[in-house]
């Protein structure tokens, strides 16, 4: 029976988590993961998602401050630990945390189907980037970021409605499928692990709250990508950043000179604002420090101008 520490940070890796803690073909002895971090309007220390689950179920809970350091290692030792299995985690792992077992890799549970989109937001770049499927990849960790050989992957396909967070838990869930399926080739040696083709990799990058400034002189469909992706997308209005938190794309027969033009703002039609390519149909929006609202909610309080044109943002391209 193999003796599992799991170093992560983000609740998707609950599902994975609550597997291992279950399952008879291994042990789960200890959870590392990032320190309490300062949340909230008042700013009080709290555990992330993973630290939380942990304390609540009395899994010994290691949490350094930059990752696994000497001291942490040293307590994987004393309990055992003969793997690593790490999934959203948040810290790049030193050599000797890969190396730390003679027995086994470490192991990664990375949200794509690698080589796609390695690196640091795959799932918001998916729906971003209009990527039709996606999945989990179940890999090996070399010192290239997401490099190391596959040992399997499961996919799933994304929806033209879907959102970032309705995306990681459907990814979250086939993570501890995917888990299931393999622990036991891991645990036998019988595990076969196919180097990736580098040379089809691509890679994300970090996102910034820029990402959620508005172009448009991109379609209709792209926008609503990137609102789904990040949550929201935000534009500027006499002086005001107003995040639209839903919308749709709409195809439109009249070609518009004007891209973010405001072709309606009413109570009855919403908001409607011209794109390169079609019309960005937006159902609730939010001004800065005030509750989200439907448009017949939100133009009962407030002002957009018909006709009046919006300005576009230049966004970064999310792949590097």
Known sequence: MMTVAFMASDAIALDSISFLRSSRECRLACIVSNPDRPKGRGKKMQPNA????????EVEL???????DSKTLA???ELGVDIIIVMAYGCILKKEVLNFSEKYPCLNLHASLLPDLRGASPIESAIA??????GVSL??????MDSGAVCASKETAISNTETASELRRKIGALAAELLKEKIGDVESHSAVFIPQKNERATYVRKLEKSDLFLDFHKSAGELD????????GIFEYSGEFIKILKARPESCSEKFSEPGKIIEASTSRGLKIACADGVLACSILQRPCAKALECKDFFGGYRIEKNSVLKSFENK???R
């Open 50 to 57: 993973v630290s939380a689950w942990a304390l609540e179920n």
């Open 62 to 68: 290691l949490r350094p401050e930059r990752g696994p």
């Open 75 to 77: 307590r994987m030792r």
């Open 129 to 134: 980037l209009g990527y039709h499927k996606t």
């Open 139 to 144: 890999m090996r960790i070399e010192p290239a």
């Open 225 to 232: 990508c990137r609102i789904r992706a990040f949550g929201a």
């Open 317 to 319: 391209s999310l792949l």
